[in-house]
């Protein structure tokens, strides 16, 4: 059966400039050339999903503008249904502002745009509607913190599976622990989320502060660690490391975000946690090797290749 997700989250634009190094406080850097790809987290991670071998449908928000327009035509493109994105006047299309240097790291703002206007009574009707049909659903929490708060409380109300990126990490989202979604951190952010369930802001170790988060959300806590691959701390099964493969890094924009798709696409197909998150990193490892935040998406078949089917 081919797994379905519902994705729900952020659609930007972003503009990437390429320089020799990141810009400190008040410095400029000077790169080559501007490109432009798709993106928004949610964005990003339902492209990932689709071409891991999912349906996908997408609930978001953008602006009634070209960028909008280019923005949808494709998600459509990679057999993704928009039909739960609004369209917005009187507001911009999102758009991330994105600097990556020599070793593929990178430096992002963004300018919310029409993500900041995300409707929780259409990301409930969205949910609604894919209540008997998605395996999966993944929030992304570049959206208002009531739409993702909607998203998490309506997938738990229909029993479905939740993966929740918490990036960027709200105080409200300690009210959401609860719910049991798989929470998908990277270490800032985990850091963040062991001090809100009231642990404080202190340098534990990362299995531990992932085990508080895992015993408020009585679920796994999915810890990504860019290079290192990513840590799964089970309530139930306990730690299990995932290290990343050695690859050539050439932009890191979007690992996570394969990582986040892939693995939601994984579970939606009936994978247990640790096996969906080994599929998500041998996909965000092979991601990386390519300019932009989509563009290195691998496919089901590379991803079958780097850890066998399934």
């Known amino acids: 059966m081919t797994p379905r997700v519902l994705v729900v989250g952020a659609v930007n634009v972003d503009l990437v400039v390429h320089a020799e190094r990141l810009p ?49 035509a494709e ?17 911009a299309t999102g758009v991330a502002l994105i600097v990556v240097d020599g070793r593929g790291e990178n430096q992002i703002a963004v300018g919310a745009g029409a ?62 622990l609860g719910l049991t979604p798989v929470v998908t951190p990277n270490r800032s952010e985990l850091r963040d989320l062991y001090a809100l369930v009231g642990k404080g802001a202190t340098d534990s170790e990362t299995a531990e502060m992932a085990a508080a988060v895992a015993d408020r959300t009585g679920a796994p806590v999915v810890v990504t660690l860019g290079g290192d691959g990513v840590l799964v701390v089970d309530p139930q099964r306990g730690t299990t490391p995932l290290p990343a493969p050695p690859t050539d890094v050439r932009d890191t924009t979007g690992a996570g ?49 780097a850890t066998g089917p399934g």
């Open 257 to 305: 975000d394969t990582f986040n798709g892939v693995l939601a696409a994984a579970l939606a197909a009936g994978a247990a946690v640790p096996e969906a998150a080994a599929r998500g990193v041998a996909a965000a490892s092979l991601s990386v090797g390519t300019v932009g935040a989509r563009a290195g998406m691998p496919r089901a078949a590379a991803i079958d290749g």
């Open 115 to 176: 993500n900041a206007a995300v409707d929780p009574a259409a990301v409930r009707a969205a949910v609604a509607r894919s209540a008997d049909w998605a395996g999966c659903v993944l929030v992304s929490t570049e959206i208002p913190p009531d739409a993702v708060a909607t998203a998490v409380e309506t997938a738990a109300e229909h029993g479905l599976a939740c993966v929740l990126n918490p990036a960027p990490v709200a105080p409200g989202l300690v009210d959401l």
């Open 75 to 91: 998600l459509r493109a990679e057999g993704i249904d928009v039909t739960d994105v609004a369209v917005l006047e009187g507001v």
């Open 24 to 72: 400190g406080p008040g410095e400029t850097v000077v790169g080559p050339g501007v490109e432009r790809h798709g993106g928004g987290k949610g964005a990003n991670a339902a492209v990932a999903a689709a071409r891991a071998g999912a349906e996908v449908r997408y609930c978001g928000a953008v602006g009634a503008d070209d960028t909008g327009d280019g923005a949808l």
